[in-house]
T-cell receptor
Framework: AQSVTQLDSQVPVFEEAPVELRCNYSSSVSVYLFWYVQYPNQGLQLLLKYLSGSTLVESINGFEAEFNKSQTSFHLRKPSVHISDTAEYFCAVSDLGGANNLFFGTGTRLTVIP | EAGVTQSPTHLIKTRGQQATLRCSPISGHTSVYWYQQALGLGLQFLLWYDEGEERNRGNFPPRFSGRQFPNYSSELNVNALELEDSALYLC???????????FGSGTQLSVL
């Protein structure tokens, strides 16, 4: 079975500063990796995903994540955060790509300080 | 296009009662998933319905059950409520298994 660890439950960061949200996973098979974001009072949304190919994946709002197989990590980064990035971020892993075996981390609360 | 809708937004029950949560998927989506988001535990997979049948369930006791209707909407039923059932219950839908998930805003269940 897979598991996901998000070590940082809360990450406060000043506006326009860089941020990294850490995600480590464990699995005995090949995996697909996801980052979901939950804005205040909204449902979860897919931010980005790694299925295969290039290990660096990007989202439309400036976030990127790099799949590192040797370190079993999929950290989320953004070089300059905005107030609107304040949200809960969930890392998830799946071995088949299906949602029925999608395992989520406990989430990281990103708070951007003006 | 309407997204995934869940009702009610909030539900307050007492221990031992039953709770029914409802979910309407995006039009055309046949797969519905239920997740429990408990404080400090992250999101945990509960149930997966597709084409009216239960395809898989997570590691939850049998008092968590549900069904999917012919119009692909779904109900989650929790019997004999316990205090630890207090959580946000999220429904998600997809066009088919393995495709992108779209989540609703959730039902906050509070068991007193």
């Amino acid at each position: 079975a897979q598991s996901v660890t998000q070590l940082d439950s809360q990450v406060p960061v000043f506006e326009e500063a860089p941020v990294e949200l850490r995600c480590n996973y464990s699995s005995s098979v090949s995996v697909y990796l996801f980052w979901y974001v939950q804005y205040p009072n909204q449902g979860l949304q897919l931010l980005l995903k790694y299925l295969s190919g290039s290990t660096l994946v990007e989202s439309i709002n400036g976030f990127e994540a790099e799949f590192n197989k040797s370190q079993t990590s999929f950290h989320l980064r953004k070089p300059s955060v905005h107030i609107s990035d304040t949200a809960e971020y969930f890392c998830a892993v799946s071995d088949l790509g299906g949602a029925n075996n999608l395992f989520f981390g406990t989430g990281t609360r990103l708070t951007v300080i003006p | 296009e309407a997204g995934v809708t869940q009702s009610p937004t909030h539900l307050i029950k007492t221990r031992g009662q039953q709770a029914t949560l409802r979910c309407s998927p995006i039009s055309g989506h046949t797969s519905v998933y239920w997740y429990q988001q408990a404080l400090g535990l992250g999101l945990q997979f509960l149930l997966w319905y597709d084409e009216g049948e239960e395809r898989n369930r997570g590691n939850f006791p049998p008092r968590f059950s549900g069904r999917q209707f012919p119009n692909y909407s779904s109900e989650l039923n929790v019997n004999a409520l316990e205090l630890e059932d207090s959580a946000l219950y999220l429904c998600a839908s997809s066009l088919e298994s393995g495709r992108r998930l779209f989540f609703g805003s959730g039902t906050q269940l509070s068991v007193l």
